[in-house]
């Protein structure tokens, strides 16, 4: 994540110094301009890396993690039939679980927080300005988006003790909407189905330029404790596979 943050960076004074790229991007079509996002503020760092590391290469990648992680906590564990050890030693699933959520969380702030360094010092090495305070918000948006990923698939797998079955829907969840996200602007029928996109709340607003939407952050944070809730009262009551 360091090694991303930093490669970001160190590209952007190439990007800014290149003369023309605002007019060329001015002059494409509208459905293009669209696709890549605010164009007038692509030469900037934040629209920069606004469209070159949150439109899709960071948050791909803490969503990716979180799933692995959230896939393997308690289902992975049951599949491979080291969960019923665990739970053979005198503590509760509550605990277990819970322990597992915070494990979880940890790792991806650890990431985050090692993206956030690779950016900030990448711009110290480059030597143009960029907000550390930009960058926190919308790795906080970022965070809330992989964490909400995360749980729905640790929460799908205490339910089912399958792997397969909680990746596939966390997946479908962050695909469809990355789908949904990715052509609302130029697909006018999709506008109502926004709302059910996890990637509408992460970056809608283009967190990184004009700061954090506490109303959405707020809808992923309650994403997440609904999960948890959720995979808590399933693995409480359901039956372990030995």
């Not at 952007?12 to 002059?27: C, H, I």
């Amino acid at each position: 994540m360091i090694a991303m943050g930093l490669y970001v960076t160190l590209l952007y004074p190439t990007v800014r110094d290149a003369s023309g790229l605002t007019e060329f991007l001015e002059q494409m079509p509208e459905v293009m301009r669209n696709l890549i996002g605010d164009v007038e503020s692509f030469n900037t760092p934040e629209g920069f890396l606004n469209a070159e590391m949150f439109s899709f290469m960071g948050p791909l990648t803490a969503a990716v993690f979180a799933i692995i992680a959230g896939t393997g906590a308690i289902a992975g564990e049951e599949e491979n039939g080291t969960l019923d050890q665990l739970m053979a030693n005198p503590i509760s699933r509550r605990r277990v679980l819970i322990q597992k959520v915070s494990a979880l969380l940890v790792g991806l702030f650890v990431i985050n927080l090692a993206l956030w360094v690779g950016l900030v010092f990448g711009a110290l090495i480059s030597d143009f300005k960029l907000s550390a305070s930009s960058v926190s918000q919308v790795l906080i948006s970022q965070y809330a988006l992989a964490a909400a990923l995360g749980l729905i698939a640790l929460a799908v797998g205490a339910s089912t003790g399958k792997k397969g079955i909680a990746a596939g829907v966390a997946a479908s969840v962050g695909v469809i909407g990355f789908l949904i996200e990715t052509f609302l602007a130029i697909v006018d029928f999709l506008e109502p189905t926004k709302f059910i996109s996890v990637f509408y709340y992460f970056n809608n607003n283009d967190v990184i330029i004009h700061g954090l939407n506490y109303v959405h952050l707020m809808a992923l944070v309650i994403v997440s404790v609904v999960a948890t809730v959720v995979g808590l009262w399933k693995f409480e009551r359901r039956d372990l596979q030995n």
